[in-house]
Structure formats: C-alpha cells, structure tokens
C-alpha cells in the first residue's frame, strides 16, 4: 500500500496562496477595497502583498466585488451572501487584528502557536485573580509588562495603561468573544480557500520521478485544500482520502449556519494532572474539534488493515510518502503510528536545507534520536529532494 501524507508545502508547490500571510494579505486587500482605499487601477507592485497574491487573488478579488456574477460567483444571491458572510466574519474580529500587527510565526504551526500564546496568558491571568479590595469583587489583570504581545489583542498599542483588568463576567464575555471571533476567522479562511485560492490555475505537477500519483492507494491530507483530486484525480480514480483538519467547501449554500468543519486551533498545554478538570479554554484545542465538527479518521482503518499478519503477502513493501509536511510535533501522535506500521518504507520529502534540517530536528522529538538514526542507517526512512515540477499538461 502507498500512502501520500500531504502538508502545507504540497499547495505551495503548486505555486497556491496558501501560506497564513496570503490569507492575511486577502483579507486586508479585501476590507480596504471595500472601504475604497484601493481603486480598481491601482498597481498591484505598490500593494506591498506577496507576488502570488498580486498576480492571482487581487484580481479575483476586485472582479468578485465589481462584479455580481464573476468568476467567484454565479449568481447574484450567492455573491451577495459570500460577501456578507465576510464581512461579518472580518470586520471588528480581534484575531484578524492581532494578526494583521504580528506576522512574525512561521508557517500554520507557528500562527497556531500564536493563539496559544495568547490563550495562555489569558489562563494564567485568569488564575492569578485578585480582590479589589473597596468592593471584595474578584479582579483579573492582564500585565503588559508581562504580556507586551497582549496590547495588539486589545488594541492598546499605542496606550501607556500598564494593564488591562476584567471583572469576572467581562473576562468571561472576553473568553466567549475570542472563541467566537476564531471561528469567524476560520469561516472567513474557508470561504477564501474554496472561492479563491482553488480557482487558481495550477500550472505545474509533480513529476513521476518523485511520486507516481496514479499508484498512490491513500491520501492523508492536513490540509483543507483538494489540490490533489483537482490536478491528479483523473489518473487516480480508486484513491481513497482522508482530510484529517477537515476540508474546504464548494456552493454558499454549504454557509448558511455560519459554521465550518475546517479545524484551526490550539495543542494541549495542560498537565495531565488539570487537563481532565480544567476546561475553561478546551473549545480552542484541536482535540475538542476534531470530535466537535466530526472530521475524519479514516487513516486509522488503514493503518489497521496494514497491521495485520497478511498484510506483506497482500500489500508488498508498504511506503509512505511525506510531500510539503515539516513533520511538526502537533502532528507527532499521527506520524509516529504511520511510522510503525510494519514493514513501511518512508520517503520524506523536503524543498530546502533549512527545511530538511528542521524535518530531522521535528522528527527527533517525535520517534527519537536512536530510531531515527537506525531507520536512516537501514534505509527504511529516506530523504529526498523535491525535483523542479513539470507543466501540468491535463
């Protein structure tokens, strides 16, 4: 059996405004075209947006506001409610804010590790409560000596207040407003990936050099893309899928609730000692999503059938490929069981030294120093160098 595992790197491959910067970078252009700071004559290059979203995603966006029927929308309706939606989503969200004054993370992982930080000084305060002593009411203070990243939340960047204090009911309506103000972003992230960025045209594939895609029995994919049922699905009918962080929808209909299945969140930082009882912020973690929005676990069948006694007469050499995945620890639990599957070859793929140097490190605190090194010395994990794509002929 072969098994493709699909990260963030594999949409970059194909050239695919998916990196967390474009997604800012739309939204940005979007609430600024809507206010009219941008004309539709503007130039592009003096934009100050990555190359990829100048060439591909402004136009889309100006066309998709122009226009009532556009390559974006088919009807009227359909425009009108996607349009809506975003706005909605967008305008007043503190983490469209936050964001948009802190672009430091690298990649998903790091803008992931973000809200962390912020949920966890949000907990920490919240631990830390005090008595105002006139009125003997509980009092939660956040300290921007401490917490400095803290004012771009509450937009006190340009403040001298030393901190920001809650009453408990405040800092419980603040707790609900991020929550609700994340899954905003995450629609309004839904809403770009399946109007805009898979409306991209994809002019280059992977060659069979690297991966045969037509003899690829599973894809697991942490992204929310289909890149690869869009560029690759007529050679591989019979493939089965699994998109594991959920996956982006087609047709506005599919927007009506406000809701999305995409999961976008936060890793355990609790001990197992308070995780079990403390659940003040679990609505933020990945875990909680994942059963909340129903995602899929289809891997874990695979896995299965791959782990029993006949599997090598009946599958052979099983082989894994990693494409455009930095094997990062949040992911750790699921790459280390596709890693033991018995008798499985690994390919790792990677686009540059850094990245191949950062995928040896990740992969160190996930199997180990010692497994690592003896499954590179018995070949049983590669590394391998992307190769240059080549034109996407359909």
């Known amino acids: ?28 252009f979007f609430l600024n075209y809507k206010k009219g700071t941008f004309s539709s004559g503007v130039n592009r290059s003096d934009m100050g947006y990555s190359d990829v979203i100048c060439r591909d995603i402004v136009p889309m966006v100006s066309d998709f506001k122009d226009n009532y029927v ?51 000084c949000l907990d920490a305060s919240r631990k830390a409560v005090k008595y105002h002593e006139p009125t003997k009411q509980k009092r939660i203070t956040i300290d921007y000596k401490e917490y400095p990243f803290m004012r771009s939340l509450f937009n006190d960047d340009q403040s001298d207040m030393p901190n920001k204090t809650f009453t408990e009911n405040q800092f419980g309506e603040l707790i609900e407003d991020a929550l609700a103000d994340l899954e905003k972003l995450i629609i309004s992230f839904e809403i770009y990936l399946a109007y805009f960025v898979e409306k991209q ?71 197992e000692q308070d995780r079990n009882h403390d659940i003040t912020f679990i609505r933020f973690k990945k875990f909680f999503q994942r059963i909340y929005k129903k995602t899929s676990v289809d891997y874990i069948e695979w896995i299965k059938a ?52 950062q995928q040896i490190e990740n992969l160190v605190q996930i199997i180990g120093e010692n497994e690592l090194i003896a499954a590179v010395n018995h070949k049983r994990i590669e590394f391998k160098k992307q190769s240059p794509l080549i034109p996407n002929n359909p």
């Open 1 to 28: 059996m072969r098994i493709l595992i699909l990260g963030n790197g594999f949409d970059l491959a194909h050239n695919l405004a998916t990196k967390y910067t474009d997604f800012l970078d739309f939204v940005d």
């Open 306 to 357: 791959l782990q029993e006694k006949d599997a090598k007469d009946q599958f052979g050499l099983n082989e894994l490929y990693f494409y455009g995945h930095s094997l990062s620890v949040t992911d750790g639990d699921i790459i280390q069981d596709l890693l033991n599957i018995p008798n499985v070859f690994t390919t790792i793929f990677y686009y540059s030294e850094e990245m191949y140097a």
């Open 201 to 271: 045209k994809v002019m280059y594939r992977i060659p069979n050099q690297d991966i045969d895609m037509a003899s690829v029995n599973c894809i697991l994919s942490f992204n929310y893309t289909n890149t690869y049922e869009r560029i690759y699905g007529n050679e591989n009918t019979t493939a089965q899928y699994d998109y594991i962080h959920g996956k982006s929808r087609h047709g506005f209909s599919e927007f009506h609730g406000l809701s999305t299945n995409i999961i976008l969140g936060i890793d355990e930082y609790l001990d």
């Open 70 to 120: 556009s390559q974006i929308c088919k009807t009227e309706m359909e425009h009108n409610h996607i349009q809506k939606t975003l706005e909605e989503c967008l305008i007043y969200n503190k983490w469209i804010k936050y964001f948009s004054k802190t672009r430091k993370a690298k990649g998903w992982a790091g803008f992931e590790a973000e809200i962390s930080k912020v949920i966890q």
